[in-house]
């Protein structure tokens, strides 16, 4: 059990790992470097430990204490007892749920071992650049039967605190990892017998009911960036394009509710 220690300096080196949280660029190269993540909030936490990620230590306001009491007591990790005021400003926000802890990342998955654990489908995600987006899309495939979620080099990071915190840790639960060589590596898809389907606007492309019709087996979906969408080299990669047909003049939507659509209308019945 680890026995909470008062922190009361805002610039006590023990909190190093939560300073500046609401510093994105700062954080996006420094948390993979440091080869650590924020997890916010009691759900959060306890999601990451469940799926066997190792904590390096907590911070906590008062009433959380009480909350997460089993927590405190099975870690084998320092928490540190702070003031709503202190955490404000170490984190240089108001943490409405007083509780975050910094825990360790894992080495990536490589591709191939992913995509034979993953029985029929997948989601690729072409540089993303939203947290929230991202997030949001990981739930969506946690909650629509995806096997596994694959990233292109310059996708957003998905153990950011927002894109954590947005997926309600649906981060831990889908295997995922990142493609070094895109989209060269969409040949490692079709090497393992997956389908790769481009989700476009294209007039060439077939609709999603016709593609879910076809009842592939296995399927890769691929979703693209929020401005631009897919690039041409992925969607030239591709083995198909599928669309969701727009009504009222409206020309896409949201690529997190892109995915949660293709996501359903593409899932595999029993
Ligand atoms: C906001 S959209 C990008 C729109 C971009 N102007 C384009 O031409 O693709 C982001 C991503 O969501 C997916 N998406 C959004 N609406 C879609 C639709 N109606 N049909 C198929 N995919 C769609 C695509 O993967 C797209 O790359």
Not at 76 to 105: D, F, I, K, N, S
Not at 177 to 203: E, I, K, N, Y
Request: aromatic letters at 6%.
């Amino acid at each position: 059990m680890a026995e909470p220690v008062q922190v009361t300096d805002p610039a006590d080196a023990r909190l190093t790992d939560y300073t500046s949280l609401t510093d994105v660029d700062l954080r996006r190269v420094r948390e993979p470097a440091e080869g650590l993540f924020i997890a916010e909030g009691e759900k959060v936490i306890r999601r990451a430990l469940a799926a066997g990620y190792t904590m390096r230590s907590m911070m906590l306001t008062a009433k959380w204490f009480a909350v997460m009491a089993d927590v405190v007591a099975d870690a084998t990790a320092p928490v540190y007892a702070v003031t709503p005021e202190l955490a404000e400003q170490v984190t240089g926000y108001h943490v409405h749920r007083g509780a975050l802890a910094a825990m360790e990342r894992r080495p990536l998955p490589e591709p191939d071992a992913l995509l034979a654990a993953a029985p029929h489908r997948v989601a690729v995600f072409e540089d993303m650049v939203d947290h929230a987006n991202l997030g949001a899309a990981f739930r969506n495939a946690a909650a629509l039967g995806v096997d596994a979620v694959l990233l292109t080099p310059r996708c957003a990071d998905p153990l950011y605190r927002r894109a954590v915190k947005v997926s309600m840790g649906a981060v831990f639960q889908v295997p995922w990892t990142r493609l070094a060589h895109w989209p060269h590596d969409l040949g490692l898809l079709r090497a393992q017998g997956f389908v790769t389907a481009a989700l476009c606007l294209s007039d060439k492309a077939v609709t999603l009911d016709e593609l879910a019709a076809r009842h592939h087996d296995r399927l890769a979906l691929l979703l693209g960036t929020e401005g631009a969408g897919l690039t041409q080299g992925a969607l030239d990669a591709a083995d198909t394009w599928v669309s969701i047909p727009m009504a009222a003049g409206v020309d896409s939507l949201n690529v997190a509710a892109a995915s949660a659509v293709a996501f359903y209308a593409t899932r595999r019945q029993a």
